[in-house]
């Protein structure tokens, strides 16, 4: 069964830095490190599209000290995506969902840049959801369907799931979704476009997911029989 599209929630990094008496941040930086791998896992398997939660909108209410952290580790990473040969070698788009106007501009800025320097690029993608919330971006693509109904550009009895589909940050779905850390929950991730993913849930923290676990995944995805409700 291929797989286009494949959504990670990377969820216990602070939990495996207590385990081990880091710093919680600790955690977020060898969440950051694992998420290259699993990148590379992904392109290895001929996946086109991987949408990471990367920061949830609110997340952003944590305490000061780690949302400043994340931030400044995303700055790092975002500026290094600059420089990184796999990403243009590679040909992959980089885009970020959720609500920019969230973040810190120095932030928001290195990701503008990045989306910029990539947009032309077709053989992967990733989104990068930040700052992101499913239910927010719903309404999000209501205002936006309200003002083109007022605006004349569009009729009521034109919006269909499709249409709906293109006003929110992602149109896409993804196959599977893989949440780490052992919570059975969806936490607010496309909660639109994952109507009809497989989901599979993990006990490991996100920095102890290994290739193994991502190849038995793999495996059980190709034998989930996928009906689509029907
Ligand atoms: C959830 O674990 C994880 C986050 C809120 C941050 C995830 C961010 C990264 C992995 C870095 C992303 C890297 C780039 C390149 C943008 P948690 O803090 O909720 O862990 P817990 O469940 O143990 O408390």
Redesign the pocket.
Known sequence: MVINHIGFI???????ARRFKFNPTK??EL??EK?KQVLEWCRDAGIKEVTVY??SAE?INRPKIEVDF?FN??KK??EAFKKDRRIFDNEVRINVIGDLSLLPDDVSLRMREIIKLTENHNKYIIN?AIAYGGRDEIVMASKRIAKDVKKGLLAIDQINKEMFAEYLYLSSEPDLTVRT?GEIRTSNFLNYQSAYSEWFFIDK??PEFEKEDFDDILIQFSKRKRRFGK
């Open positions: 990377m969820d216990g990094n602070r939990r495996l955690g977020h969440g950051a998420l990367a920061l997340n994340l580790l995303f990473e975002f990068f850390g923290m996100w």
